[in-house]
C-alpha cells in the first residue's frame, strides 16, 4: 500500500510540475495495448521522444520474429502479446494465429484452424488481410475463408464459427479484408461480397450472433472502424465504393442492432481506404482511382473531413471540407496533431490543415505506401511497401528526418507474380470455383502494417515481424 502511495504522489509531482511549466503530461505505460486495427482503443504512448527514428538491417532491431505463413494483417498488441494471422497452404487451407512475445520477439504459441473453404494463396486474393482484435479475454481473429476462432491469452480455442459454412460463400474479384472491429461485448464482422454482403455482430464470449444485416452491395477492402459520437453514442461506421461504376457511400450504424442511422452518398473511389477517427462526430475519408492511383474528379471530391452530426431528425453527415486535388493511395488517409495526410499510390503526400483542408504541402516519398501513416510525438511514420520507410517531421513543413532501409529490394529473391486470375473470378462461389493450386507463387517482401508499443516500432513484413527500438 505504501508502495501505491508513493507512485500516486510521484505522478501527482509530475503533473504538477509539467502543468507549471508547459510541458506535455506523458505517463509510462506499463501495460501497452494496440488492440485493434489502426490503434483505436490504443493505450497512450510511454515517450514519444524515444521513438526510433533511424533504422536499417543491422540497426536499432531489438528483434526479428519469423512468421509460420504469410500475412498481410497488422500486428494486435494486449500488454506484452502480440497477436498476427497468417495463413498457409497452396489453398490456404490453413489459418494460423501466432502469439509474439513483445519483450524479445519469441513465439509463445501457434494456433492452426483448418477450412474447407479454398482460395488461392497468391498476390491476387488477399492473404490474411483481416487484423483481428484484442482485450482482455485474449484474441479473435477472422480469415478471408469465413473462419472465425476466438483464443484465450494461453491460445486456448474459446470459440469458433465458419461464417461461409452458415451464411454461404463470398464471391468477390479478390477476397476480403475488412478487419475485425469491437466494443466491450461484441465483435463486428464485414462480409462485402458479391451478393449480399453482410455485418454481423458475434458475441465475444460465446460466439453467438446478436445480429446480422445485409448491406448494399458494393466494393471495399476497407474496415469498419467505431466512432465516437457528441452526443455520448458510438456508431459502426463503413466507407464503400458502388459496384459496376455506381456511387459509392460512408454510413454508421447503431452498433446495439444493426439498423443504418445515417448516410452520406454519391462518393467514389472509396474501395480500400479505412475512415479514420479525427475526434468525436469527425472522419476523413479517402478514395483513389485508375490504376495509377492518379487524380480524378470524382475521386477528388471524395477525400475530405466528415462531421456527423445529430440533429432533430436524427443524424446528417456532410463535408466540413473536400481535397482539391490530394487522392489517397492504398492506404488510408491519417491525422496527427491538426494535419491531415493523404497519400496516393504514387507516393505522393498531401498534408492538410484539418480545420479547412488547405494544402501546407504536397511532396513525393521515395516509394509508395501501403501501410496508414501515423504520427508519434513530433515525428510522422511513413512504412513504405517495399522496405524503405520515410520519417518526416509532423507539421506544416515538409522536413524528412530519416530514410530507413530494412532491406535492400533485391535482397530477397524475386518472383514474378503468378498470372492474372480472370476479372470476376469466384472465391468460392459455386458459379466459378478456382482452379486448386499446388504450389504457392512467391512474391517481393512487402510491409504491410506498423504499429508503436512500449517504445517498439513493430512493422509486419508478410513473413516477418520487426521489432525497432533505441538502444537503452
Not at 498457409?88 to 490453413?94: A, Q, Y
Request: glycine fraction near 10%.
Amino acid at each position: 500500500m505504501a508502495s501505491l502511495r508513493k507512485q500516486a504522489l510521484a505522478r501527482m509531482l509530475t503533473a504538477w510540475i509539467a502543468a507549471s511549466v508547459g510541458m506535455p503530461i506523458v505517463y509510462a505505460e506499463s501495460n501497452p495495448k494496440w488492440p485493434s486495427f489502426l490503434g483505436v482503443g490504443r493505450s497512450d504512448l510511454e515517450n514519444p521522444g524515444e521513438a526510433p527514428v533511424q533504422w536499417d538491417s543491422k540497426t536499432n532491431i531489438a528483434w526479428v520474429a519469423k512468421l509460420q505463413g504469410y500475412g498481410q494483417s497488422s500486428p494486435i498488441v494486449w500488454e506484452n502479446d502480440v497477436y498476427l494471422t497468417c495463413i498457409d497452404g497452396p489453398m490456404k487451407d490453413v489459418c494460423r494465429v501466432q502469439c509474439v512475445d513483445l519483450s524479445n520477439g519469441s513465439v509463445r504459441w501457434t494456433y492452426n484452424a483448418t477450412t474447407k473453404n479454398l482460395i488461392p494463396n497468391d498476390d491476387y486474393h488477399s492473404r490474411s488481410a483481416m487484423s483481428p482484435v484484442a482485450d482482455a479475454r485474449g484474441v479473435v481473429a477472422g480469415f478471408e475463408s469465413g473462419v472465425v476462432v476466438a483464443l484465450d491469452r494461453s491460445g486456448k480455442l474459446r470459440w469458433s464459427i465458419d461464417l461461409f459454412e452458415k451464411y454461404g460463400s463470398t464471391e468477390t474479384n479478390h477476397g476480403i479484408s475488412s478487419s475485425l472491429c469491437q466494443n466491450d461485448d461484441h465483435v463486428f464482422v464485414w462480409v462485402q461480397r458479391k451478393d449480399n454482403p453482410y455485418v454481423i455482430a458475434l458475441n465475444k464470449e460465446s460466439g453467438q450472433e446478436v445480429w446480422r444485416v445485409e448491406r448494399p452491395a458494393g466494393v471495399s477492402w476497407g474496415s469498419p472502424v467505431m466512432l465516437p459520437m457528441e452526443d455520448g453514442s458510438t456508431h459502426l461506421v463503413m466507407s464503400c465504393s458502388g459496384r459496376d461504376g455506381g456511387a459509392g457511400f460512408l454510413c454508421g450504424l447503431d452498433v446495439a442492432t444493426g439498423k443504418e442511422i445515417w448516410k452520406l452518398e454519391g462518393l467514389s473511389g472509396n474501395s480500400s481506404q479505412t475512415p479514420y477517427i479525427v475526434a468525436p462526430g469527425k472522419v476523413l475519408v479517402g478514395a483513389s482511382a485508375g490504376r495509377e492511383g492518379g487524380p480524378s474528379k470524382e475521386a477528388i471530391a471524395t477525400n475530405g473531413l466528415v462531421k456527423i452530426a445529430k440533429t432533430e431528425s436524427g443524424y446528417n453527415a456532410d463535408y466540413v471540407w473536400r481535397s482539391q486535388r490530394a487522392t489517397s493511395g492504398f492506404c488510408s488517409p491519417s491525422y496527427h496533431d491538426g494535419y491531415a495526410y493523404f497519400t496516393d499510390r504514387r507516393g505522393i503526400v498531401a498534408c492538410m490543415k484539418i480545420e479547412t483542408g488547405e494544402v501546407v504541402y504536397s511532396e513525393r516519398l521515395d516509394q509508395s505506401v501501403w501501410a496508414t501513416p501515423f504520427g508519434i510525438g513530433d515525428k510522422m511514420y511513413f512504412i513504405g511497401e517495399v522496405g524503405t520507410s520515410l520519417v518526416l517531421r509532423a507539421g506544416p513543413k515538409f522536413e524528412k528526418l530519416a530514410t530507413n532501409v530494412l532491406w535492400e529490394d533485391d535482397a530477397d529473391a524475386q518472383y514474378a507474380p503468378p498470372s492474372r486470375p480472370p476479372r470476376g473470378e469466384a472465391n468460392g462461389g459455386e458459379a466459378a470455383k478456382p482452379a486448386i493450386q499446388t504450389e504457392i507463387p512467391k512474391t517481393k517482401p512487402r510491409q504491410y502494417a506498423a504499429v508503436y508499443v512500449g517504445n517498439k516500432l513493430l512493422i509486419r513484413r508478410g513473413d516477418q515481424l520487426y521489432a525497432i527500438a533505441n538502444p537503452k
